[in-house]
């Protein structure tokens, strides 16, 4: 049985990150584990794959009466032969995870199958649903009663198809959940980013309040929009991964690789820490900045013992030491005696005043 994941407590500080391997294992063990290897390498959190069956997720006839769509166009093969090629052996996944564990990432899969949603069980850190299943009220239910995590993908949905799956599975399964915004489309044209609609992470948060966990699956190119979704608050990212983008295969081309991949986990590590805790305060960087920047009160002319302090007698100028009076309260201090006398040029100081 593999550990139970706590996304709460994993995402607290840092962002997760889910390669998804899907269909790039392009039929081979010996591929699939070496994905493995180098999203582990790059700096993924886990890996994850796609388990179904051709005659369970696809309908020959149905696809071969219709007319192609969407990325589809650009395939060679039927789409029945397609997902028949990229299906996974359900006999893998003890390799699968052990391989995982030897480079210390989780191992995850979306099971597109009733059948499959047990027989991963024992392997998998947390299931994850595919936005096309959003709908499939029978695998939401049956996923939800194994009492794993779950991360739910909303790509192709309306906001009502999100709360009645989040209500279902929520229903028979208290853990929180991980919910992505997604946009389901796998053409990798630049122009999905005026699709990708990150502002819905806002309607999920003010919806969903504490009951979710933010995530984004994305399939649009680079990670700009990931770097959007983090700063918004996404704790969870999916991204398609490969060796390499010129192989062919459905997923390939639109994937990451290791350096892309790589790049992205680097630049999130620096927004993390760009975030901070969102108090607003002097920064510890910026306390030598706050002397030098503002501006101090010094003395336009020499004044006498017990000579009282006017505007005329005050220069704003730069730099503001620690010591000096708070020139934006200057009102308190107009009219109060001096202490002894000063020379011009001098920081009007408390100390320097009488109460």
């Known amino acids: 049985m593999t550990k139970k994941l706590n996304f709460e407590k994993l995402t607290k500080n840092k962002t997760y990150f889910i390669a998804d391997i899907g269909a790039n294992h392009d039929g081979s063990l010996a591929r699939a584990k070496k994905l493995i290897r180098l999203c582990a390498l790059a700096g993924a959190n886990a890996a994850k794959f ?47 995870l052990r391989e995982c564990k030897k480079y210390k990432i989780d191992y995850m899969t979306s099971p597109y199958d009733l059948g499959y949603v047990e027989d991963v069980k024992n392997y998998i850190s947390a299931y994850k649903i595919g936005s096309g299943d959003i709908t499939w009220k029978k695998i939401l239910i049956k996923i939800a009663k194994q009492k794993k995590p779950i991360i739910l993908a909303t790509g192709a949905s309306a906001f009502n198809d999100v709360k009645k799956a989040v209500k279902t599975i929520q229903k028979f399964n208290k853990t929180k959940l991980v919910l992505m915004q997604c946009n389901t489309n796998y053409t990798n044209s630049i122009n999905n980013f005026s699709y990708l609609n990150l502002n819905v992470l806002k309607q999920y948060e003010i919806f969903f309040k504490n009951k979710v966990i933010l995530g ?54 620096l927004l993390e820490k760009s975030l901070g805790d969102g108090e607003k305060k002097i920064e510890k960087n910026e306390e030598q900045s706050v002397i030098i920047q503002r501006r101090g009160a010094w003395l336009k002319k020499n004044v006498l013992k017990g000579e009282r302090l006017t505007e005329k007698m005050i220069d704003y100028l730069r730099p503001s030491p620690k010591n000096s009076i708070d020139i934006f309260e200057i009102k308190k201090f107009l009219g109060k005696k001096f202490k002894n006398s000063k020379k011009k040029n001098s920081l009007i100081t408390n100390k320097c005043l009488m109460k």
């Open 216 to 269: 984004l699956s994305d399939h649009t190119p680079g990670h700009q929009s990931v770097m959007g979704a983090v700063s918004m608050g996404a704790k969870v990212i999916e991204k398609h991964f490969t060796d390499s983008n010129h192989r062919n295969g459905p997923d390939h081309k639109f994937a990451m690789n290791p350096k892309t991949w790589l790049q992205m986990v680097k630049d999130v590590r």
């Open 50 to 96: 796609q388990h179904f069956k051709a005659e369970t997720i696809v309908s020959d006839y149905g696809f071969k009466k219709m007319k192609r769509l969407s990325h589809q166009k650009k395939w060679k093969k039927s789409v029945f032969e397609v997902y028949k090629k990229a299906s996974i052996n359900s006999e893998w996944n003890s390799s699968l």
